[in-house]
């Protein structure tokens, strides 16, 4: 079977996780690694695996059938995103929920230009679990939604966090509030503020001199990120960075509550666990990667959602298969 052949965009946390996924994904090969670091010094986990600057994407156009874009959100993707889409077929974990729209429009732009398919906003909030939330409410349409992240460390926020001036290394654990989730699945639908149901803990590595104080401002007043949350900033040394903060746990819960017709009550929750964020996300991307594919192949172009795709575009298996074992 002829494989997939995939291009890493960027070689950060999500990047690396990329090539190790793709080891159990036997439809898909890594291609290319892309990075705007210097590619000499880009050690890989893949024998003989090409790595190459950003700058030569255009040079790999036939040897990558889908890029997997694997920057931040905060400053990389808005560029990288459109700028990938006139080159490749894309997918990517855009997650900044406010300025999907724009995004979207920007991606959608430049794919159909160059008639290249592009998913954006996978992953799995946005991704699945906004996937969730469209069923929940199609299913139980009396009733409300409820989404609680954590405990555990966002990417995006860190990342965010990360590009202040003065910081050198940050890591944040969003935090759901316990009582505020108990209160949901009891069902009793009640109205929560953004403030009542998470907390934002932030540790930050300043570099030498910065204003400690001005970066603590900075990121409680982060619109998009932190504005509207409680969070306490803690600084501390980059020492203990590396030993209390290196892995990246995360996770999280949808959940709908409501009423069918009858008056019966019901609790809908959709939860993950996650033992590592970026290990868990670039799984969810080479699914999608796979749909990127199999939707250029069939001549489909543009900017794309988790809302737009068949769930059998996700799978290895035949749809005889899927029938067969799965339905």
């Not at 406010?98 to 429009?105: F, S």
């Amino acid at each position: 079977m002829e494989k997939t052949r995939i291009g890493i965009i960027g070689y950060g946390n999500i990047g690396k996780a990329v090539e190790l996924s793709l080891q159990q994904n036997f439809d898909m090969t890594p291609a290319v690694i892309l990075t705007r670091r210097d590619p000499e010094n880009i050690r890989t986990q893949t024998p003989g695996l090409k790595v190459d600057s950003m700058d030569e994407a255009e040079r790999y156009a036939d040897q990558v059938d889908v890029a997997v874009l694997c920057g931040g959100s905060a400053t990389d993707l808005p560029e990288q995103g459109p700028a990938m889409a006139g080159i490749f077929n894309t997918v990517d974990s855009y997650d900044t929920h406010a300025r999907i729209p724009e995004y979207y429009d920007a991606v959608d732009k430049a794919a159909r230009k160059a008639k290249k398919t592009a998913i954006i906003s996978t992953g799995w909030d946005p991704g699945l679990f906004s996937l969730m939330r469209l069923i929940e409410e199609a299913v139980l349409p009396g009733g409300t939604d409820y989404t609680f992240w954590g405990p555990g460390v966002s990417q995006g926020h860190s990342d965010a966090v990360r590009r202040i001036k003065g910081v050198k290394d940050a890591r944040q654990y969003t935090m759901p509030i316990d009582e505020a989730v108990e209160r949901v699945r009891s069902g009793r639908a009640p109205d929560l503020s953004t403030k009542e149901k998470h907390f934002r803990d932030c540790y930050v590595v300043a570099e030498e001199g910065a204003d400690i104080e001005q970066i603590r401002r900075m990121i409680q007043t982060m619109p998009n990120y932190f504005a509207d949350y409680e969070t306490e900033v803690t600084f501390i040394t980059q020492e203990e960075m590396d030993k209390n903060h290196s892995r990246m746990p995360h996770g999280g819960f949808v959940m709908r509550t409501g009423e069918t017709e009858d008056g019966s009550k019901h609790v809908i929750e959709f939860r993950l666990k996650l033992e590592s964020n970026p290990g868990f996300t670039a799984s969810v991307l080479l699914a999608y990667a796979r749909a990127a594919f199999r939707l250029s192949l069939k001549g489909a172009i543009g900017a794309k959602t988790v809302f737009d795709i068949a769930p059998a575009y996700l799978s290895p298996r035949t749809a005889e298969e899927l029938r067969k074992e799965m339905l």
